[in-house]
């Protein structure tokens, strides 16, 4: 059986633009970094999803992190969440040693 020239460059070209795919995106952003809230944004959104159970986040928003007057870093977080046709919005606030480490965690209920 003869296969045609242009159908093999064709399947030819099509293993090597998928096959090398993923090098070419992960090459774009080389020495990327995760911002430095995103550890206890994780924390945020694992925390409201063990304290409603029965919602699912549909959205998350970083708000900014704050500095008490003794010391403590405060990180807050925004997070939307919805059950059937209920939805409401939790401002998580994680509060954090002067060295970053964890001190407490609070949650308050917005509609908006």
């Keep these: ?7 093999c460059s064709l399947v030819l070209t099509s293993f090597l633009l998928f096959t090398s795919v993923p090098i070419a995106v992960s090459a774009a952003y080389p ?11 994780r924390l945020a959104v694992f925390e409201t999803g063990k304290r ?9 928003l970083y708000v900014g992190r704050t ?24 401002v998580v606030t994680i ?9 407490s965690i609070s949650f308050q209920e917005t509609d908006r």
């Design 52 to 60: 409603y159970p029965d919602y699912d986040i549909v959205d998350y």
């Design 31 to 41: 020495g990327t970094q995760e911002p430095a809230y995103a550890k206890w944004g």
């Design 95 to 103: 509060t954090l040693t002067p060295n970053r480490v964890f001190k």
């Design 1 to 7: 059986m003869k296969i045609p020239f242009k159908l």
């Design 67 to 90: 500095l008490a007057q003794n010391g403590d870093n405060i990180e807050r977080f925004k997070l939307w969440i919805k059950k059937g046709s209920s939805e409401k919005g939790v």
